[in-house]
């Protein structure tokens, strides 16, 4: 299986932020993600356990920075170019204007989504 990420279709859109997931690649959705710099997931994320994202995220930064936050405290910045691992557990900052994908479990992923969505919907209502 395989999919263009051009025509990966769009889970969520907030400003400029665009988020694509496509799904059936076994026990993963892929995601492809277009952020902008200063967005801060940390109010999306209030609600759920520790008010901390519950789904591991494995990528590659395309371009631009990516700021991960730990329960425990430390920080690490993705950039272009790396590839990383994140644990359940973080919050995210976007440093810089980023393009990533990532490669995320399918249940956890459903998990932070239907927050996000739920999230977002009490925001416009």
Request: net charge negative.
């Amino acid at each position: 299986m395989k999919v263009n990420i051009n025509e990966m279709p769009v889970a969520m859109e907030l400003g400029g932020n665009i988020m694509r997931t496509a799904k059936g690649f076994g026990d993963m959705d892929v995601n492809f993600h277009e952020f902008e710099a200063g967005t801060d997931f940390t109010p999306i994320l209030q609600g759920l356990e520790d008010d901390l994202c519950p789904c591991p995220h494995y990528g590659y930064i395309i371009e631009g920075a990516f700021r991960f936050i730990y329960k425990d405290g430390s920080e690490e910045v993705y950039e272009t170019g790396d590839i990383y691992y994140a644990p359940a557990g973080h919050t995210a900052i976007v440093e810089k204007d980023t393009k990533l994908i990532d490669f995320s479990p399918v249940r956890a992923h459903e998990v932070l989504m239907s927050h996000v969505e739920r999230v977002l919907a009490s925001m416009e209502g």
